[in-house]
């Protein structure tokens, strides 16, 4: 085989594992956002319900709302992290 024949042949190999690596990435991030646009619509529904709370209920609801944005906020700062070391 030519070095021609080794480079191209080579070249063809790394194109087909990147391409398979393409595929995998976008599957995960398709699992991603399923994720969270579901803690997102999670968040705006308690949120929709913290407005609407009694004087007697919201410091409860509050307490839930910001443990559930907390949980969203560190999941999707977790998940653009990834995404950034994935880029490189």
């Known amino acids: 085989m030519t070095k021609r024949e080794e480079y191209v042949a080579k ?10 690596k393409a595929s995998l990435a976008k599957l995960e991030l398709r699992d991603l956002h399923g ?3 579901e803690k997102h619509d999670h968040l705006r529904d308690r949120l929709s319900e913290l407005g609407e709370a009694t004087e007697d209920r919201w410091d409860a609801l509050k307490q839930g ?3 559930a944005w907390h ?6 700062d977790e998940a653009m992290a990834e995404h950034r070391e994935d880029e490189r």
């Open 71 to 76: 949980s969203f906020r560190s999941r999707f």
């Open 11 to 20: 070249m063809h190999a790394a194109l087909d594992r990147l391409q398979v």
């Open 65 to 67: 709302f910001e443990a």
């Open 35 to 37: 994720e969270l646009l």
